[in-house]
């Protein structure tokens, strides 16, 4: 794959991919919460309906390959194919990224599995600010998890994933969560208005998919409500700053300090 603009990038073929390479089960149960019927009973053959969702397209040979929606969403080993479709976890000591690491994982695997694997990884290693109400102690966790989730969901959905070698970062220090998703803003998408419901989705089918899976709520809808959560719960909002490769998202902690 080469850097690419096009709006829905995530339709481009993916070389040395068949039909064989997609997980069944896993799409049969994406068409049965869509359909609510069994895959088998299905009025239309596999083959039409996958080309029909854009999940199964035709190289500029005639051959009949993944795109890189259906291999990402759907495919049995994605990473065999585009090595570079995962995140990268860090839990780092400190308030800055050094030397010593707590925790680290590669999450791989189809981008449901990749969401669930990162606010996991996320959730079991922030520490809890503890605080006495009255007669009864309450555990209060650093960030919300509709928060960590929107933002984790928002990397997946709207990264360049036509930049080879670059995988997502998600990097927990001790008074941040930090998001570093491949690529500039898609489109006419701007730091201004992506605080108010706007949307113009670089991977469309991908969107699409996992907002019928119930990752997404609304599209557009991701980072105003990020904010209100984050403002909510750490008296802050998340910082959005844009470089030349790369978009960040910053979660500032709502952990009240330890004595």
Known sequence: MTKSDLVHFDEVPIGKTSSADLELEAFGEYYQRIYEQPLAEADMPLTPMLENMRFLVTDLRGEQRLSLAGLLLFGKRPQ??????????????????????????????????????????????????????????????????????????????????????????????????????????????TLNNIRTHYSKPRNETIARVLLNLGYVNRLGSGIPRMIRLMREHAGREPDFELGSAQFLVRLWSGAESRP
């Open 80 to 189: 065999d194919f585009v090595s570079h479709a995962y995140i990268s976890a860090v839990r780092w000591e400190g308030v800055e990224a050094g030397e010593t690491i707590i925790d680290r994982q590669d999450i791989m695997g189809r981008l449901a599995q990749q969401i669930e694997q990162a606010e996991a990884f996320i959730l079991r290693n922030p520490r809890l600010s503890t605080k006495i109400e009255r007669v009864q102690q309450a555990d209060r966790r650093e960030y919300p998890r509709a928060a960590i989730r929107e933002a984790v969901v928002n990397a997946v959905v709207h990264r360049d994933y036509s930049l080879e070698g670059a995988q997502i970062l998600l990097y927990i220090l001790d008074d941040r969560l930090e998001i570093r998703s491949p690529g500039t803003l898609p489109n006419s998408v």
